[in-house]
């Protein structure tokens, strides 16, 4: 069901334009996707305040964070705002493939995603050797829980993000009898584990990626061999090798510049970096406000980032 949520009037009315600018968009709502990671949530409604701050209509949607993009390509979702290279840069080119998504443009921030630990478990040499990942042959018992069945554990994100990627990786490294990966329910899921493990001073393997609000805490990404092309299993390699740095895209339906375009001309210009980024998602995460007051309040203190995109 397609949820509709008007930021304040008070973002509607942080921007202008002309009145023909505005005349131009399609009446038709611009449909922005939500998924299960803070910083994309919050960064649809900064997006979508933006939209409406050129009289714009914004409807957001929940969607599965790989199959948006073939919803996107048959129209039932306009934009997709946060297109990470190493997660859903296969979806994303395959959609384009079939026709009817195009490429908006990418934003500064370099993406990394990847399993790592807090930077305590460095500072306190709970695991000597890291963040190589060679040190974790000898230290799977300081990352061992309750559910990993006397194994060191990997704490993955939900399964739909990477599929059967980690644990695949932990055969070909040759670490399967040593350690599990589980699969956490949601980013929510991954923070209140780093929480718990933080206040009980003990190891945890997590997934994680930046830009994030865990840049500022401070979070070490294990260094596993390098990534290159074809060394993953989908790719005719073996699987093992670390992740890529990759670019972060935005995409939209080619029908998008036509019906709206004052949204798209906007929409191509957006460009956020790693911190404009960590920043939304401190909002929610570390400071506890809803995603939309998160963007509100991004969007009333960073004027002087977003509102040249409109100009």
């Not at 008007?6 to 922005?32: F, H, Y």
């Not at 914004?58 to 997660?87: F, K, L, M």
């Not at 296969?90 to 993406?111: E, L, Q, R, V």
């Not at 080619?254 to 960590?278: L, M, Q, R, V």
């Amino acid at each position: 069901m397609k949820i509709r949520n008007t930021l304040s009037a008070a973002v509607i009315g942080l921007a202008s334009i002309g009145s023909q600018a505005m005349a131009a968009d399609s009446a038709e709502p611009i449909v922005i996707p939500t998924h299960n990671w803070s910083s994309q949530v919050v960064m649809a409604y900064v997006i979508g305040g933006i939209f409406e701050s050129l009289g714009d209509t914004v409807e957001y949607v929940p969607a599965d964070s790989q199959a948006v993009y073939e919803a996107i390509r048959i129209g039932d979702v306009t934009i997709s705002h946060e297109v990470w290279q190493s997660t859903f840069g296969a979806s994303f080119y395959n959609a384009m493939a079939k026709g009817g998504i195009i490429d908006a443009g990418t934003h500064s921030a370099a993406t990394l995603e990847e399993m790592g630990v807090p930077q305590y478990v460095i500072d306190d040499n709970l695991c000597p050797g890291l963040p190589n990942w060679e040190a974790l042959k000898n230290c799977p018992e300081v990352f061992a829980t309750a559910d990993s069945e006397g194994k060191g554990r990997w704490l993955e994100g939900p399964q739909s993000w990477h599929g059967d990627l980690m644990p695949t990786r932990l055969a070909a490294l040759g670490l399967s009898d040593q350690y599990v990966v589980k699969f956490a329910g949601g980013a929510d899921a991954i923070w209140a584990e780093l929480a718990s493990a933080k206040k009980e001073g003990r190891g945890i393997i997590t997934f994680n990626w930046t830009p994030n609000f865990t840049d500022a805490e401070g979070f070490a990404f294990i260094e596993f061999p390098p990534y290159t092309d074809g060394c993953r299993v989908a790719d005719g390699g073996d699987g093992a090798c670390g992740s890529p740095k990759g670019w972060l895209k935005k995409a939209a339906n080619y029908k998008f510049p036509k019906t709206h375009p004052a949204a798209y001309s906007a929409f191509s210009k957006i460009d956020f970096s790693s911190t404009d980024i960590g920043q939304m998602a401190a909002l929610v995460d570390i400071d506890g406000m809803s995603h939309q007051d998160a963007a509100t309040k991004w969007l009333a203190d960073h004027e002087d980032v977003w509102k040249p995109f409109v100009e």
